[in-house]
């Protein structure tokens, strides 16, 4: 299977509930990296995680990473409306430095 | 707040021909990437880019793609015989400091539509 998978591939929800979104992936890494994107759109980024970190926090995201499992979550609380989005990990390995994503979870968040 | 740019925003093109897609990285930045997207796939790597060549390349950049920095601002894909796979949206990113442990800024991408 490849570097930087997401699941869920889809999640619906109501506004004020919690989103999770989770990431694995296959071989060492120097950093994962959670990006946004809006319906046929650019790709916004939203946070960083370096591999000795285990948890950051940026204003409603909580991005955590386990390395020995080789996994990492995006939670987003209290979702929005305008949180309808596709979500993707992408990981940096060591020694390059090209962002390997994920195949993303869609989510959408009903107001 | 600054931002990568991309131009055009849309782009069609006859199988055969030659494409230039444009892009404006940060203007600090020193790192420079092409990623693309084919619709409903991953977004995939293509190159990277760093004191004037490049830095590494993947597999699906081969002869047909080049990059190119002409001047202090610009950053340019050409793709110089269009197949119709090459259909997909594009995008510049651009980092200030190396990759390893930079964040990569993405610009609003380039829709290629290869007839």
């Known amino acids: 299977s490849q570097q930087g998978e997401e699941d869920p591939q889809a999640l619906s929800i109501q506004e004020g509930e919690n989103a999770t979104m989770n990431c694995s992936y296959k071989t060492s890494i120097n950093n994962l990296q959670w990006y946004r994107q809006n319906s046929g759109r650019g790709l916004v980024h939203l946070i960083l995680i370096r591999s000795n970190e285990r948890e950051k926090h940026s204003g409603r995201l909580r991005v955590t990473l386990d390395t020995s499992k080789k996994s990492s979550s995006l939670l987003i609380t209290a979702s929005r409306a305008a949180d309808t989005a596709s979500y993707f990990c992408a990981t940096v390995q060591f020694n390059t430095d090209k962002l390997i994503f994920g195949t993303g979870t869609r989510l959408q968040v009903f107001p | 707040e600054p931002e990568v740019t991309q131009t055009p925003s849309h782009q069609v093109t006859q199988m055969g021909q030659e494409v230039i897609l444009r892009c404006v990285p940060i203007s600090n930045h020193l790192y420079f990437y092409w990623y693309r997207q084919i619709l409903g796939q991953k977004v995939e790597f293509l190159v990277s880019?760093?004191?004037?060549?490049?830095?590494?390349k993947s597999e699906i950049f081969d002869d047909q793609f080049s990059v190119e920095r002409p001047d202090g601002s610009n950053f340019t894909l050409k793709i110089r015989s269009t197949k119709l796979e090459d259909s997909a949206m594009y995008f510049c990113a651009s980092s200030g400091g190396d990759g390893y442990t930079d964040t990569q800024y993405f610009g609003p991408g380039t829709r290629l539509t290869v007839l």
């Open positions: 880019f760093y004191n004037n060549e490049i830095s590494e």
